[in-house]
């Protein structure tokens, strides 16, 4: 509890608002940032199924290593990677503690971290395909493939409000523990300390959703100035606003090298 | 009836509106309960699974369908894409079953000002939705497993897992994190939210029966949507996870690179928080830390 607590305080507001927009927009020059948004979604196909149909560990341990350079490659932010390794990690353990209860033995580790294996190749992949790319690829390649406008939009918009939403909630957040009072004792593992911050988080809701609806009301405005919902069902204003998404050379460099990797690990195997 | 279609009548922007608030409002809280740690004791878990009281009390105040969608939209994107978390296929089993069980919620009240009828839809929200997943959840056992009733209380723990964690879920996060947190919410945003949406506030005057609520439209919704959950989950993962229990691979090779890996997930975990711990300080040495 206190070790969380500790880590906790490591991780401020500022930082988190701070990797966000370095996964969104920090890392646009790297070799997998300017590929097309339909390759990687292909490559993410490939590497997001695929292993769960793969039982061969040295062909999943080669996969992982593969997408640990791809990882390193497209630089992902550091916050990223630790809420994966903790999920993941915390997940294992935990189906391994609950196996043990019902008559598991050592045995049971063995599927479990092929188990965790298959779910780091594939958690890997999706962070690398889809943090490599800044929001308004992202956003173009899902339209491009057919997304309703809706969800390119709602991409686009998470992006660039959620910085400034955070900021907000956590300035409603310190002004209600300037004007609150904190509990005098924590409690048995901290249960005083825990009940009320939990109480200020979901109070800190009502003042922002009356913030947000004002800002939803002039967001809405603004699209619509610029004729957004019938933009997004007409199919030559999706064409003009999506000419610049163009297969190249290194796209189809990179779809063949990934493609040869896997077939060299199959035949190694 | 004229005046029930009244209240579903919503121009273009306001559903986007609509959208747009649920969207962005509920992503946020999930990219906050994301961070907060859970509880743990033995197989019980106190954990906030989700702040349901956001979505559940916009599906209130406001058009139900699209609130739902909004919401659902906005975990995807916040609280999957953006943290990296994205699960593909699966996601989709999570957005049907929790826009479904919004949707539902907020087509049962039919005065916000009520706080029982809004008690009772929120709790009842949440209960559609964590049975949808553990239906899901102990149907992959099932489908995983080839011979199930072989391995010995395997079918049974599953069962009891799955029900503990959907009481859990229920009475501990949907108690403290939707039925408290709506009831408190909805009467005092309702007459206040809607004008800063340029939209008149749901009519509480007029009134359905039960039987107009849950019409056919919404049962047929609620059948096709499980249906869909289903098939989307069973999809993502039906060569998944317990098939791997049949362990004769052991014997084949060695187990010593499945530790290389999990020792480099823990190496790279540790180092992250060394150097966001050794970034920090030098951050606070300048005198620019934040807190």
Not at chain 1, 242 to 267: C, E, K, N, P
Not at chain 2, 102 to 130: C, E, W, Y
Not at chain 2, 146 to 169: H, T
Request: hydrophobic share 50%; net charge neutral; with cysteine.
């Amino acid at each position: 509890m206190e070790q969380v607590r500790k880590l906790l305080d490591k991780i401020s507001v500022e930082q988190i608002k701070i990797e966000l927009l370095n996964t969104a927009y920090g890392n646009a020059d790297t070799l997998l940032a300017r590929l097309d948004p339909r390759t990687l979604f292909i490559w993410y196909l490939f590497f997001g199924i695929a292993p769960w149909f793969i039982h061969q560990e040295p062909v999943l341990l080669g996969m992982f290593v593969f997408m640990v350079i791809t990882t390193v490659m497209s630089r992902i932010s550091p916050l990223i990677i630790a809420i994966l390794c903790m999920g993941l990690l915390s997940q294992a353990g935990y189906m391994l503690v609950a196996s043990w209860f019902f008559g598991g033995n050592w045995d049971t580790i063995m599927p479990l971290a092929v188990l965790t294996l298959k779910l780091s190749v594939i958690s890997l992949a999706s962070v690398t395909a889809f943090c490599a790319m800044d929001p308004e690829k992202l956003s173009d390649g899902l339209l491009k493939i057919g997304a309703p406008a809706k969800v390119s939009f709602g991409i686009a918009y998470g992006y660039r409000m959620l910085p400034n939403l955070l900021d907000e909630y956590h300035h409603i957040f310190l002004s209600f523990r300037l004007r609150g009072k904190a509990p005098e004792k924590h409690g048995i593992l901290y249960w005083r300390s825990v009940i009320y911050f939990v109480k200020i988080a979901v109070l800190s809701f009502y003042p922002l959703l009356l913030s947000m609806a004002k800002r939803a009301r002039t967001t809405v405005e603004a699209l619509e100035t610029k004729g957004f919902s019938y933009a997004g069902y007409d199919a030559e204003v999706r064409r003009i606003k999506l000419a610049h998404l163009r297969m190249q050379g290194r796209d189809y460099l990179f779809l063949a090298i990934s493609a040869l990797y896997v077939v060299l690990l199959f035949s190694l195997t | 009836m004229s005046l029930m279609k009244q209240r579903y009548v919503l121009t273009q922007s306001q559903k986007m509106m609509v959208f747009i608030l649920s969207m962005s409002l509920y992503g946020l809280s999930n990219m906050i309960t994301e961070l907060i740690p859970a509880f743990r004791f033995g197989s019980i878990e106190l954990s906030v699974e989700y702040f349901a009281f956001i979505p559940l009390t916009l599906c209130i105040l406001f058009h139900p369908l699209y609130a739902a969608i909004g919401a659902s939209l906005g975990e995807v994107i916040f609280g999957e894409i953006m943290l990296g978390q994205f699960g593909g296929l699966g996601e989709l089993e999570k957005f049907l079953a929790f826009s479904l069980a919004m949707f539902i919620a907020g087509s049962l009240v039919r005065d916000p000002k009520n706080r029982r009828q809004v008690g009772i839809a929120a709790i009842t929200g949440v209960a559609i939705h964590q049975m949808i997943s553990s239906m899901v959840d102990i149907g992959k056992v099932w489908v995983g497993i080839e011979e199930l009733e072989a391995v010995p209380g395997l079918a049974e723990s599953v069962v009891v897992i799955e029900g503990v964690s959907f009481l859990n879920d229920v009475l501990f996060s949907g108690i403290l994190f939707a039925l408290l947190p709506t009831m408190y919410l909805v009467p005092r945003l309702y007459g206040k939210i809607e004008p800063l949406l340029g939209m008149k506030p749901r009519d509480n005057k007029i009134r359905y029966s039960l039987g107009q609520i849950l019409g056919p439209r919404v049962i047929v919704l609620s059948i096709v949507a499980a249906c869909a959950a289903l098939i989307a989950e069973f999809m993502a993962e039906s060569d998944m996870a317990l098939i791997e229990w049949d362990a004769d691979f052991v014997d084949t090779y060695g187990d010593w690179f499945i530790w290389i890996s999990i020792g480099a997930a823990a190496l790279v975990a540790l180092v992250t928080i060394l150097v966001m711990v050794s970034r920090r300080r030098n951050a606070g040495g300048k005198g620019v830390s934040h807190g």
